[in-house]
């Protein structure tokens, strides 16, 4: 079954989206304070870079040329986008909680 005509262009703009949200978090939550950091910190940098690392590999993954004409990569792709919001959500309550 094909794919929705919009999936490619909205997978697209939603993960760059949530990607600078994700960064308006880092630099709000107080990344360049000069406070030494715990360890915490360092869990919600790293599953932050996680997060951003699968968001930013939504649309290379979507729009990467395909073999056959059945093969497509919308369903990576969503799964990647799933996986990388919500690792970006666990960082931010992490950050907020602890």
Known sequence: MRAPTGSVVGLCSASATLCAMGMAFLGYWGV???????????????????GFALLA???????TPVAEDGAERIQPARRAFACGVAVIWVAA??????
Request: net charge negative.
């Open 57 to 63: 590999s939504v649309p290379w993954m979507v729009t």
């Open 93 to 98: 309550v992490l950050a907020i909680v602890g």
């Open 32 to 50: 360049h304070e000069p406070v030494p950091w715990r360890a915490v910190d360092v869990v919600v940098i790293v599953l932050a870079f996680i």
